[in-house]
């Protein structure tokens, strides 16, 4: 393996985990009662998973190029998508140790009112030793205790469907480069059509319905328990549409190229 790949699965990981961790925030702002906060707070994360995507795709795409007509692009491709859901089971099992880590980054930043002072609190001494108290396994009752019926499944449904969309958004465009080489270019800026239809999936049915089971659990009409169910049926449709990704990457890339030369046709004529 190329170390130009091992970057990109670093990048990758980085980002299906802190994407996996944010279904988490939530649960945070309900437990100390600051939602725009926590959300705030988690934007130096977000920054991160955006950093990682801006290295990922360049990188991703140079490695096509030189390796065009590779035998092993496809392997390469499921191995990134199976990092990808590596990402998110590691990420969800670190949820209750982030939940306490972020409970008290939080607190600390609406005591602080300053975001650079919380970096340097959690890079100090004391702030590491506090981190440490705060690692916890993951506890089998919150699996067990479920309430599925409180669980909204066609938004679970949803969020499995843009999660799918936007892995294989992410890699199918690179891919179609193999079936297309003429076309390389028209077939990048199609990733955004992919990334597109889950943006609008996520912007119209997902975060509303979220947001509102967030705003009923503050105004007691919702339980925390009943809300802390849903955020795991959530996280589980995140690992499960990040796998699925696998059996969308091919036929993705082909609806690409086949979207790629019917915009070739039109400028043509």
Do not use: W
Request: aromatic content about 10%.
């Amino acid at each position: 393996m190329s170390f130009q790949i091992l970057l990109v699965l670093i990048f990758n990981f980085i980002i299906s985990l802190i994407g996996t961790l944010a279904y988490s925030v939530r649960l945070v702002g309900v437990r100390t009662g600051k939602i725009a906060i926590s959300f705030s707070v988690f934007n130096i994360l977000t920054l991160i998973s955006r950093i990682a995507v801006t290295f990922q795709t360049p990188l991703l795409t140079n490695y096509v190029e030189k390796n065009l007509y590779s035998n092993d692009l496809l392997h390469i491709f499921n191995l990134i998508i199976v990092v990808s859901g590596a990402a998110a089971i590691f990420g969800a099992f670190l949820i209750p140790t982030f939940q306490k880590i972020f409970s008290k980054g939080v607190i600390l930043f609406s005591i602080e009112r300053s975001i650079p002072k919380l970096v340097i609190n959690a890079m100090s001494r004391r702030g590491r030793t506090s981190m440490k108290y705060c690692i916890t396994k993951p506890s089998k009752e919150s699996v067990v205790k479920i309430n599925y019926k409180k669980i909204p499944r066609r938004v679970v449904t949803y969020n499995f469907v843009a999660v799918a969309l936007v892995t294989v958004g992410a890699l199918a465009p690179i891919y179609a480069f193999r079936m297309a080489p003429n076309l390389r270019a028209t077939c990048v800026t199609l990733s955004s059509v992919v990334n597109g239809a889950a943006t609008i999936l996520s912007t119209i049915f997902i975060d509303p319905q979220m947001s509102i089971m967030t705003e009923d659990v503050m105004d007691g009409k919702c339980t925390r328990e009943d809300f802390k169910s849903c955020v795991i049926a959530m996280v589980g449709s995140k690992m499960l549409g990040t796998f699925a990704a696998v059996f969308l990457l091919v036929p993705g890339a082909y609806a690409i190229v086949f979207a790629a030369k019917g915009i070739n046709f039109i400028s043509s004529l």
